[in-house]
């Protein structure tokens, strides 16, 4: 019979080699899924609000759209809004309210700087720090813990919609780490991964056949973000 002591040292091993071939053979894909090395070295806006993160994801896809038809799909994403385009069922066991749109929305278009997204009832508000239509939208946590920022590139083909996650953990022990290591960032390839797909699904269905894409415009400053402005906690 094992004892306790040897059941602590067999699991800490099958954990330290998990984290060890996940780190060797699957993460760099994980985090950078669908993007190039240039993306992933690209500064996009909302970097700077969290500089010293110590989790960066870099995902992207290729749409068949203008950056200004891919726009309002972009904005109107929220709980008790558009949903995110991803697995409802997955987030609303979160309680999350999230029931994804097939439709421009008109009344989610209005969003401006310092709106206040709440992320159901026990997850972080996340604040608009950066709108600069139609190239760049970022959201930031109030807990200064996570960015999250999309950037629309356009291209020959249409649009490279670039998605990155910028993740602080300060006070995570090394059990915490490890799982949200090797259960959350596989985990929240997944959902993004069916949201890009879902926002390229439906911006590709509502537009005609894509013209060339021509005068690539320059990357505008990016929008200040205060964080003890006052702010408007948008109704869900």
């Known amino acids: 019979m094992k004892t306790p002591l040897a059941t602590v040292i067999g699991v800490a091993s099958a954990l330290t080699g998990l984290a060890a071939g996940y780190r060797l053979f699957a993460r ?38 203008t950056p200004e038809q891919i726009w309002p799909w972009l904005v109107q994403m929220g709980p008790g809004r558009a949903g995110a385009y991803t697995y409802d069922w997955i987030e609303n066991l979160l309680g999350l309210d999230m029931h994804s749109a097939d439709q421009i929305l008109p009344q989610y278009q209005q969003l401006a700087v310092d709106d206040v997204l709440p992320m159901g009832k026990s997850g972080p508000a996340m604040r608009v720090a950066v709108l ?73 269905r509502t537009v005609p056949a894509l013209a060339l894409v021509t005068n690539v415009p320059g990357q505008q400053a990016e929008s200040p973000y205060v964080p003890n402005w006052p702010t408007r906690t948008l109704e869900v």
Not at 45 to 60: C, K, N, S, Y
Not at 178 to 201: H, N, Q, V, W
């Open 28 to 65: 760099t894909k994980c985090v950078t899924w669908g993007s190039t090395a240039e993306e992933v070295g690209r500064a996009m806006p909302g970097d700077g609000l969290l500089a010293e993160a110590g989790t960066v994801t870099t995902r992207a896809i290729t749409i068949a759209a």
């Open 132 to 204: 600069d239509r139609p190239r760049a939208f970022v959201l930031a946590s109030t807990d200064h813990h996570w960015v999250w920022a999309f950037g629309l590139y356009p291209t020959a083909e249409g649009t490279r919609l670039i998605s990155r996650n910028r993740i602080a953990l300060p006070d995570a022990g090394l059990l915490q780490r490890l799982f949200y290591m090797l259960i959350m960032e596989p985990g929240s390839l997944i959902m993004e991964a069916k949201m890009l797909r879902g926002i390229k699904e439906r911006a590709e």
